[in-house]
């Protein structure tokens, strides 16, 4: 069965800071990749999506991913933080034509103004 | 586009009673999931339904179980609560049942399930 790992359960920085969120799963064949953000108290919304094609893939509020089929990743990625950005992010694997997307445990993004 | 609702979204229980859920998917999606976001595990697959039926289902005993209504809402009920049943249960729509019209789920604000 396939499994996502998330590196890290909570990270805090500064405003401004440049983000990388790791993301690895275990499946070997085509998968479509998620970032899903919870901002506190709202509900999951997707951040960005990759199904087949350029592998770095841009999502809403300045958020992008990068998949590297090689090392089965798909980290996400901002430049620069905003305190805005203070929620929980999780990334999502499903197999092309699978049955059920599996979820990382998720990262606590906490940004200080 | 309204999206994803669900209701309750608060529900306090005691061990032993039963509860039921519903989602309202978004209009034109046929298939809804449905999981349970826990501090200790995180997100978990439920199941799936499509056109009335159950497709797939995850690692839950019996006392979880749902169904899907020819106008694509869907329900949820737990019978015999535990303490463990405490979560968040969300619901997600997505347009069809297989592939990338599947694999792109959206998600509903969550019913919060206290079992007290």
């Known amino acids: 069965a396939q499994s996502v790992s998330q590196h890290n359960h909570h990270v805090i920085l500064s405003e401004a800071a440049s983000l990388e969120l790791g993301c690895n799963y275990s499946?070997?064949?085509?998968?479509?990749l998620f970032w899903y953000v919870q901002y506190p108290g709202q509900h999951l919304q997707l951040l960005l999506k990759?199904?087949?094609?350029?592998?770095l893939v841009k999502g809403i509020k300045g958020f992008e991913a990068e998949f590297i089929k090689s090392k089965f990743s798909f980290n996400l990625r901002k430049p620069s933080v905003q305190w805005s950005d203070t929620a929980e992010y999780f990334c999502a694997v499903i197999p092309e034509y699978g049955n059920k997307l599996v979820f990382g445990a998720g990262t606590i993004l906490r940004v200080k103004s | 586009k309204a999206g994803v609702t669900q209701t309750p979204r608060y529900l306090i229980k005691t061990r032993g009673q039963q509860v039921t859920l519903s989602c309202s998917p978004i209009s034109g999606h046929r298939s809804v999931s449905w999981y349970q976001q826990t501090p200790g595990q995180g997100l978990q697959f439920l199941f799936e339904?499509?056109?009335?039926?159950?497709?797939n289902k995850g690692n839950f005993p019996g006392r979880f179980s749902g169904r899907q209504f020819s106008n694509s809402r869907s329900e949820m009920n737990v019978s015999t609560l535990e303490l463990g049943d405490s979560a968040l249960y969300l619901c997600?729509?997505?347009?069809?049942?297989?592939?990338?019209?599947?694999?792109?789920?959206?998600f509903g604000p969550g019913t919060r399930l206290t079992v007290l």
């Open positions: 339904y499509f056109s009335e039926t159950q497709r």
């Open positions: 997600a729509s997505s347009l069809g049942s297989s592939g990338r019209a599947y694999n792109e789920q959206f």
């Open positions: 499946y070997g064949g085509t998968v479509n």
């Open positions: 990759y199904f087949s094609g350029d592998p």
